[in-house]
């Protein structure tokens, strides 16, 4: 069994920062691409960004130049750094990890998912 867990959402001021961490855990055989998606109410999840196990960064234009994605491969983290934040970044933000898992001596790819953490940014 695998999980992946978030933290570090809150209530910011505009122009504020927030860090969010998501750590994964459980039969983790390898852990691949690991990305931060937000979902605000009424709207569609969208891709907030993404990591590979390279350390290749991906990110949403919406967020260039004031997000950073971040991990640490021996704590098994990604780290999701924003700054400048402004209220239309107010969404619940989730964690998904690709997972290379094992089940009776076969590897299996899973996505897992974060339960989502709510960041609010307002004054």
């Known amino acids: 069994q695998v999980q992946v867990v978030e933290s570090g959402g809150g209530l910011v001021q505009p122009g504020g920062s927030l860090r969010l961490s998501c750590a994964a855990s459980g039969s983790i055989i390898s852990l691949n691409d690991m990305g931060w998606y937000r979902q605000a109410p009424g709207k569609l999840r969208e891709l907030v960004a993404r990591?590979?196990?390279?350390?290749?960064?991906n990110y949403a234009d919406s967020v260039k130049g004031r997000f950073s994605i971040s991990r640490d491969n021996a704590k098994k983290t990604v780290y999701l750094q924003m700054n400048s934040l402004k209220p239309e970044d107010t969404a619940v933000y989730y964690c998904n990890a690709v997972i290379v898992t094992s089940l009776s001596g076969v590897w299996r790819q899973i996505d897992s998912w974060g339960q989502g953490t709510q960041v609010t940014v307002s004054s």
């Open positions: 990591i590979t196990s390279r350390h290749f960064t």
